[in-house]
């Protein structure tokens, strides 16, 4: 007896489309954006970001008008997730602002975050790149950097009303030289193509962190917690 295939219900069929092409652009994104980190934005190949992908023209232009469209979107989806998880979150939950700032910085010492020396911090690279070339670059990186700085600002004003943080010091300044030393350092790295040279500036930056805090709440040495 001829047994008649099933059908399989539109919905399903159309479920799995919707899977298989978000799959397609997901892994778009994540080769763009590790071309564009290796290479930079300018430099990036289409080819070699399809090679990576395992997608054709035809997935790419289905998803993205263009190379624009498509290395924009890989980095806000990639500094997005990366922001969030490293910074914004741990910033927001913090019961010490000092205590998770040296603690994120710690990460950075460690090798856990930014590991790869030779190509530096993403969105350093692109602000250096494109900030001047591109306007919706420029903008999202400047937005970035404005929540960046916002979120280390709050935590250190919910530190001076616990008590953690001197009040004698303006948590939004504190939060600019806080980022422009970080990114001045991960810059040093890249360029020494060695992580020694980051190790002295964390040293001074474990320092001016302990140097916020409150004689009351100044229980850690100034070099506590920094990597050997």
């Known amino acids: 007896m001829t047994q008649v295939p099933k059908t399989i219900p539109a919905e399903k069929s159309e479920d799995a489309r919707q899977i298989r092409g978000e ?17 930079g934005y300018r430099a990036a190949s289409l080819n070699d970001i399809l090679k990576t992908a395992g997608c054709t023209k035809g997935s790419l232009y289905h998803h993205f008008p263009d190379k624009h469209a498509l290395g924009l979107a890989a980095i806000v989806d990639n500094i997005d997730r990366f922001m969030e998880a490293n910074w914004l979150t741990p910033l927001a939950k913090a019961d010490n602002p000092i205590d998770t700032l040296l603690t994120i910085l710690q990460r950075h010492v460690n090798g856990e975050i930014l590991s790869d020396v030779r190509r530096g911090c993403p969105m350093q690279n692109l602000s250096q790149e494109m900030s001047g070339l591109d306007e919706d670059f420029r903008t999202y ?31 939004e300044a504190a939060a600019t030289m806080i980022i422009a030393t970080h990114q001045g350092t991960i810059g040093l790295i890249k360029t020494a193509q060695c992580t020694e040279v980051g190790n002295l500036s964390f040293e001074a930056f474990y320092q001016y962190l302990n140097s916020l805090r409150t004689t009351d709440n100044s229980t850690r040495g100034p070099k506590e917690g920094l990597a050997s």
Not at 24 to 37: C, N, S, V, Y
Not at 154 to 166: F, H, K, M, P, S
């Open 141 to 171: 990186l400047n937005g970035v950097h404005v929540e960046w700085r916002t979120a280390i600002a709050d935590a250190l004003r919910t530190g001076q009303e616990n008590g953690q943080v001197r009040k004698d010091i303006s948590a």
């Open 23 to 39: 799959r397609t652009r997901q892994a778009l994104l994540e080769a763009a954006f590790d071309e564009i980190h290796q290479h």
